[in-house]
């Protein structure tokens, strides 16, 4: 594995050389049916079950690649009181109960991280804080071992992303102060919440929609929780490039909390196959694929047939596995609806998605990928390294519950280039 950390992304299939990830912990559990919505669940989720199915992904990623934990990596940071006093501030700007700062700034670094994540359990010490029917003053990051949507590596640097839920600010705030003080990471960050934006268009955009194609290309959704002012935000920075630079934007339904971001209906399996949704993705429909073009400050804007065209124009040819194959539309909602097109490269063809997706899984090993388990990768029976092309297949009966695949739970920070 390398020992080389410094942030370097310039593909979504390159060999990983680091991701980080967020073990599922209380912040999971203390939900209740009622402000379960507001935690932008559907449902709740076993913490339990959960837990193990999370631990299998993070297992099998700790065999092939440099695996961080966010919580560690905040604690480690936290050592420094000055980080520590700046965060806090931070923290307790929108806070309603005056206590926080004093208490956050007793703990010891350790305990801060937890409970920046886990939540701030309310003091019941005068009438309204007894009365009141919030149990957290400040509230648990439900939704943080999603950790692809706070921040986003692209080349070599970090978009600190704008949450489209303010439940979820405070994630893209713990990330951004750890890319930007985790020195290993040796990155420059940049920051999508824009306070004083000018325009009356909301500004949100979040990396379960950002996909990088190779070092001259970005993928990006309009979702419900992507905004064209947040893209406008990531193009602004792209001018400064001197190399020309290629975003495709690709709108997404919004009528269907499955379509919540691009790596729900495509993702990059290799140099040469991508995973697609078909009706989204290939059918012709209102949902606009549009082709920009930065070069030397100047923008071209362009509407394409749809995204494979889009990569063809540019010289990206790639071929289509079927996200529930291609016999039964109902069938393909389904396998999407649990993530079935949310797929994680950790090399190029070597994927990691969920087992439950029966379909997807069968179309992928028509098209040469060797289905393996993840317990058989774990207990040794099979080596990785005997295959040059395979998917791993991981237990997702409740993580999928949670809106989100194999993609959605890792934020990937190095790769290593790929020849294309």
């Not at 010490?125 to 990051?141: G, I, V, Y």
């Not at 009528?255 to 989204?280: A, G, K």
């Not at 749809?306 to 194959?325: H, R």
């Not at 992928?364 to 005997?386: P, R, T």
């Amino acid at each position: 594995m390398s020992t080389n950390l410094k942030v370097k992304l310039n593909s979504e299939v390159g060999e990983l050389e680091g991701v980080i990830v967020h073990s599922l912990g209380s912040e999971v559990e203390n939900m209740t049916p009622e402000n379960a919505e507001r935690a932008l669940y559907s449902d709740i989720l076993n913490l339990s079950v959960a837990q193990s199915e999370y631990t299998q992904l993070k297992e099998v990623l700790k065999k092939v690649t440099n695996v961080f934990e966010v919580k560690d990596l905040l604690a480690a940071i936290l050592k420094k009181s000055k980080i520590k006093e700046e965060l806090i501030v931070k923290v307790c700007e929108d806070c309603n109960h005056d206590y926080v700062e004093g208490y956050l700034r007793e703990l010891d670094n350790t305990e801060l991280a937890r409970q920046l994540i886990e939540g701030v359990v309310l003091k019941r010490d005068n009438l309204s804080r007894f009365l009141s029917h919030q149990r957290f003053a400040l509230r648990p990051l439900h939704n943080f071992f999603f950790t692809r949507d706070s921040s986003m590596a692209m080349y070599d640097k970090v978009l600190a992303g704008k949450m489209a839920s303010k439940v979820r600010d405070r994630e893209s705030l713990i990330m951004e102060t750890i890319f930007n003080n985790y020195k290993d990471f040796d990155t420059e960050t940049f920051n999508a919440q824009c306070k004083n934006n000018p325009t009356k268009e909301k500004i949100s955009i979040e990396g379960g929609d950002v996909l990088v194609g190779r070092e001259d290309l970005l993928l990006i959704g309009i979702s419900n929780r992507t905004t064209a002012a947040g893209i406008d935000i990531v193009i602004n920075k792209l001018k400064e490039r001197k190399e020309k630079q290629h975003i495709i934007v690709q709108e997404l339904p919004t009528d269907r909390e499955s379509f919540i971001h691009l790596d729900m209906v495509f993702t990059f399996l290799s140099q040469e196959e991508c995973m697609v949704y078909e009706p989204v993705i290939m059918q012709p429909n209102r949902y606009k694929t549009i082709l920009i073009t930065t070069d030397n400050g100047n923008v071209s804007i362009n509407e394409e047939k749809n995204i494979l065209t889009a990569l063809s124009k540019i010289g990206m040819d790639l071929k289509p596995v079927y996200c529930g194959g291609r016999a039964d539309l109902w069938t393909q909602e389904r396998e999407q609806w649990h993530s079935g097109a949310n797929f994680f490269a950790i090399g190029p063809g070597k994927v990691i998605g969920y087992n439950r997706n029966v379909y997807t899984i069968e179309e992928m090993h028509k098209n040469g990928y060797e289905v393996l388990k993840a317990s058989d990768v774990l207990n040794k029976s099979v080596q990785l390294e005997s295959y040059q092309k395979y998917v791993i297949t991981i237990e997702g009966s409740e993580l999928a519950r949670g809106g989100g695949g194999a993609r959605c739970m890792t934020m990937p920070f190095r790769r290593k280039d790929v020849n294309w």
